[in-house]
């Protein structure tokens, strides 16, 4: 459902197109002159503005330039029963992103709204990632993660499907967006889907889209990532989590490059570069059949295994330096000196989260500090570390077993046994959590 704006004299015009509009499933108010328009915009947050031309005082040109003047983004599609080429081409130099003639179509206005907020939306959502990504980086010296980053700029100007492996926290996604801004796509869209966080019952509609009254609570349409992503890059993570009925489904997509809605009656053509990730064996997936072995053929074609933070220690400070500038300016914090025993702490610990749960760490370090971060702030920070690396004796798989059983019970403790706040704590899914209780044999209750 989208919200919009109309602005006409006209009341027949207003009553009708409001009508309309809501039908569809569209929240739709009024208005009848371009000052209140202009006041409604700077008060409330718009999907779309539709304004008339020819209005009495102030005219939608005029309105059209003191939008854009305020700096409201909104997309604005002008509307006139007398229109002709100089007028429709000075709304668009005034930024109108549609011009449309009277009568009005009410099939063209609700495809006008539909690719006008579609669009609007993408934009939106890319700047926002791309903003986001300015932030993040890969901040390696490690002879091995130089072999991934050697690895992404091979692949990443190719449209060969890229499947990312490792660990939960291990920088996975960080690693696609990556292959994303090297690509030919890096102007167009990037989206992502966990296939672990979304219940299986709503994961086709979150690939796919539906159509209005496609099933109970369908109050609009909504578009799929696949459509979101059109032109650009779709992440899926996690796909090893995903539902068997989905992954024939899927299969079907990259075949055929399109996608049909639920409730839809015609395929949609897609332009997508769909890149997978997954802390899971798929190839024991496979062979226990929980995972297609058709579709792993697809999307493992050219795989990037991502390192374990513990087997990347040299890259510790680097991480640490790193996170700790961003968290102080995201905060304004003072930045704090970090000693060399302080390093060299961090370094002997074995990061269960990985450089998620390093970053996490960082801005708790920061917060502990007086004045400079040293190797007892490091242990009151990780006040587990000493003991559970203590306790465990055989082979490393087992440690590690025993370091991870005892972070989780900790925080677990911590957090009153609540599974979502423990979750977030550690930097993980709240199914991945599930799942590692289960492995590691800690019984819990909320």
């Not at 900790?410 to 199914?431: C, F, I, Y």
Request: hydrophobic content about 40%; charged content about 30%; proline content about 3%.
């Amino acid at each position: 459902m989208s919200k919009l704006l109309l602005v006409d004299d006209d009341a027949n015009t207003l009553a009708s197109l409001a009508r309309a509009f809501r039908l569809a499933g569209h929240e739709a108010v009024v208005c009848d002159n371009a000052d209140r328009a202009l006041e409604l915009a700077r008060t409330q947050r718009f999907d779309m503005i539709f304004s008339d031309v020819v209005m009495p005082g102030k005219d939608g040109l005029a309105l059209l330039g003191e939008l854009k003047s305020a700096g409201i983004q909104t997309p604005v599609v002008m509307v006139s029963g007398q229109a002709n080429i100089e007028m429709a081409v000075r709304a668009t130099r005034l930024g109108a992103v549609d011009f449309l003639e009277k009568p009005l179509s009410t099939d063209k206005l609700l495809v006008t709204v539909e690719n006008t907020v579609k669009l609007s939306r993408l934009e939106h959502e890319n700047r926002r990632l791309k903003k986001q990504a300015g932030k993040q980086e890969l901040v390696s010296k490690s002879a091995v993660m130089q072999g991934v980053m050697a690895k992404i700029e091979r692949v990443a100007a190719s449209e060969t499907r890229v499947c990312i492996l490792g660990e939960t926290g291990t920088g996975k996604e960080l690693v696609a967006h990556t292959l994303h801004d090297k690509s030919p796509r890096r102007s167009g869209p990037f989206i992502t889907l966990n296939c672990a966080a979304i219940p299986a019952e709503l994961i086709e509609s979150e690939l796919f889209g539906h159509e209005k009254g496609a099933f109970t609570g369908a109050a609009s349409r909504h578009l799929g990532k696949f459509e979101q992503a059109d032109g650009g890059s779709l992440f899926l993570d996690e796909i090893g989590d995903m539902p068997a009925l989905m992954q024939a489904k899927l299969l079907r997509v990259l075949e055929q490059k399109e996608v049909e809605r639920i409730g839809g009656d015609r395929s949609i053509e897609v332009d997508v570069r769909v890149i997978v990730a997954t802390h899971r064996n798929l190839e024991e997936l496979v062979k226990k059949g929980e995972f297609r072995q058709d579709l792993y053929h697809r999307i493992f074609v050219f795989p990037i295994t991502l390192p374990p933070l513990r087997e990347r220690s040299d890259d510790i400070p680097l991480l640490v330096d790193h996170f700790a500038r961003a968290v102080a300016e995201q905060n304004d914090w003072k930045l704090r000196e970090i000693t060399a025993d302080a390093y060299g702490e961090l370094q002997r610990y074995s990061w269960p989260g990985n450089v998620r749960e390093l970053r996490n760490v960082v801005e708790r370090l920061l917060l502990l500090a007086d004045d400079s971060v040293n190797r007892a702030t490091v242990r009151q920070a990780l006040p587990m570390a000493e003991s559970a690396t203590s306790s465990a004796n055989g082979p490393l798989s087992e440690r590690m077993d025993a370091l991870e059983r005892e972070v989780i019970l900790t925080e677990l403790k911590k957090h009153g046994n609540k599974m979502t706040d423990t979750a977030r704590a550690l930097g993980l899914e709240r199914s991945h959590l599930y799942k590692k209780c289960q492995q590691l044999g800690i019984e819990h209750k909320n």
